[in-house]
């Protein structure tokens, strides 16, 4: 089975900088995706990992590391619009579908 | 492009009443999915379908049928609607991975239709 975890909720202060981790667990592994998604909009991509390292677009970074099943999200200067929740999906091998987590739910602060 | 489409955007039914939702897509995109989304469990995958004529079941398929009988379009069914079938329902699109398997096939999500059951 597949099991992916991520916190539920955090907060920041604007300009600062913020770690969103997820974890997971798959039968086999071919990439993870984090979306953004604000408060009654659809979800939108933010990026896509599936060698291990970092991943840079821009305030946005992705990191994965396949060995320890783990990713994080990282956002710098951190602005008002951020405030969204973060959704980490798995896709694993052999198949186009992706296993969401629940959803981090990040509110930034002036 | 109007990208992904979802229509109705709301909509209230009685239990045990069908309706259809309709998702279309401008992308020329293979892949189409069905997504739940309710709170604090995530995005769900209910059916999704790989090209026209084809479908699959999700995660949690039960009480829901599918239809791709358009390349642009796919159709979610519920024939007696529950009150457990309260949700955010999305449609998303994709395009095919390329032939070594590692492509970022992102999808694309439209905007979504709150559907309620009383």
């Known amino acids: 089975g597949q099991n992916i975890d991520q916190p539920t909720e955090m907060t920041a202060t604007e300009g600062a900088i913020v770690q969103i981790n997820c974890t997971y667990q798959t039968s086999g592994f071919n990439g993870l995706f984090w979306y953004q998604q604000h408060a009654g909009e659809a979800p939108t991509f933010l990026s896509y990992n599936v060698l291990d390292g970092l991943e840079e677009k821009g305030r946005f970074s992705s990191f994965l590391s396949r060995s320890k099943g783990y990713s994080y999200l990282l956002l710098k200067e951190l602005q008002m619009k951020d405030s969204a929740s973060y959704l980490c999906?798995?896709?694993?091998?052999?198949?186009?579908?992706?296993?969401f987590g629940t959803g981090t739910r990040l509110q930034v602060f002036p | 492009n109007a990208g992904v489409t979802q229509t109705p955007k709301f909509r209230v039914l009685k239990t045990g009443q069908s309706m259809t939702l309709l998702c279309a897509q401008d992308?020329?995109?293979?892949?189409m999915y069905w997504y739940r989304q309710d709170p604090g469990m995530g995005l769900r995958l209910i059916h999704y379908s790989v090209g026209e004529g084809t479908t699959a079941k999700g995660e949690v398929p039960d009480g829901y049928n599918v239809s791709r009988l358009k390349k642009q379009n796919f159709l979610l069914g519920l024939e007696s609607a529950a009150p457990s079938q309260t949700s955010v329902y999305f449609c998303?699109?994709?395009?095919?991975?390329?032939?070594?398997?590692?492509?970022?096939?992102?999808?694309?999500f439209g905007p979504g239709t709150r559907l309620t059951v009383l």
């Open positions: 992308m020329n995109h293979e892949y």
């Open positions: 998303a699109s994709s395009y095919r991975r390329g032939l070594a398997g590692l492509g970022d096939n992102e999808q694309f």
């Open positions: 999906a798995v896709r694993s091998l052999g198949t186009d579908k992706l296993i």
